[in-house]
Structures are given as C-alpha cells and as structure tokens.
C-alpha cells in the first residue's frame, strides 16, 4: 500500500489508477491524483506529532487557499477549520486545535487523520489496519466513515488482519498469502472458512 501512495518504490509492475500511470509517484502526486490514505503507523507516517492538531488537518493543503496565501499562513483560517472538524469529528478535548497532535490519545489521532483524508474529497482511500490498538468506541467511529465514504460512490481500499472487519465492511475480498492473490469472494457471500483456506494459502477449489 505505501507504493500507492508514494512511501515506498517498486522495482517491477505497474499501476493504473483512473487510467493515469501512478507507476512510483511520490506522495504529492499521490494526493493530487485523487488518494488520501489512513496508514498503518499513524504516528510514524499519519501525523507530524510535534505540529498542532490544527497544523495536521491541513498537511497536504497548507500552501493552498484560504489556509495561505503569498506564502503566509491564515492562522484565523487555519484555526477556524480545525474547530469545525474538532466538533464535527468529536475529536477530544474540544479545545485541541493548537495543542501538539502527540498530546492526543490514539483513538484522537486516529480521529484527526479520517477528518483530514475524508474531507480531501479524494477518489480513493486507502485504509490500512485503521482500527489497530483503538478502543470499541473509536473501531465504530473508524468503521462508519469508511462505509459513508463507500456511500458517496468513493473507492476504498481496506486492508486489514481483522477477519470480522474485512466480513463486514467490505463488498469484494481479496486474499493475499506470500504476496500473491490466493482468492476473491463477493463481499455477501464471505465466510470464515474460505477466507481462513485462502489465508492459508489454499485454493477456493480445495
């Protein structure tokens, strides 16, 4: 996944998104072809932790309007969209917008990431293990903006070891086992023991 969205290189293969090459693109391209993604690392690749949360809602459109202009930062701006998402997003405490994305709780950050890559407005999200370590609470937040963003017609790429996330959310599965695709099941027809035999390594037909 970090290939598609530009942190990692390919050595061979190709990729093909809304029919542009996205062959090795660094992040920026990434972003400006239509991705966002939640990263498994939320921390190390999500947030800068030392940028306020307000700084981290705008990472990939801090140069654009109204959030700058003529290379000057509209702190005004800035601040006023972090509280709209603060409350919209039920990140805590209310009052976060200029304290440092570290001081948060993993499920806040979390918060913070799906508030910036759901309101880029983006064709594709990547989602990777997004519900790791987070708490019930904070699973079901994670849980229903995937599924809205799947009702506003925008792909979304889940990956995860969860096997109840994967059954629930998704609509087409794809098993991979020793990075080859080992099976796909329709996403209504799923069920433990196949996706358990594909996980192994096995066939559909076995």
Do not use: C, W
């Amino acid at each position: 996944m970090e290939i598609l969205t530009g942190l990692k290189k390919a050595e061979s293969g190709s990729v093909t998104i809304l029919g542009k090459d996205a062959f090795n693109v660094m992040p920026r391209q990434s972003f400006d072809m239509g991705i966002t993604s939640i990263p498994e690392d939320r921390q190390k690749h999500g947030l800068v932790l030392d940028f306020s949360v307000a700084e981290n809602l705008i990472l990939q459109n801090f140069e654009n309007e109204p959030f700058s202009k003529n290379g000057i930062l509209n702190e005004k701006n800035i601040e006023s969209h972090a509280n709209k998402l603060i409350e919209k997003f039920d990140i805590r405490p209310k009052d976060s917008a200029k304290k440092a994305a570290k001081t948060l709780s993993g499920g806040n950050q979390q918060k913070v990431i799906i508030a910036r890559e759901v309101t880029n407005d983006s064709d594709l999200l990547i989602a990777v293990n997004p519900t790791r370590g987070l708490d019930v609470g904070a699973i079901e937040f994670v849980h229903r903006y995937l599924v809205e963003q799947r009702n506003k017609n925008k792909a979304v790429l889940l990956v995860s070891f969860e096997l109840d996330e994967i059954m629930n959310l998704s609509d087409r599965i794809e098993v991979i086992f020793g990075g080859q695709i080992t099976g796909e099941v329709m996403g209504e027809d799923a069920d433990e023991k196949e996706l358990g035999l594909l996980m192994a390594g096995g066939k559909k037909d076995e």
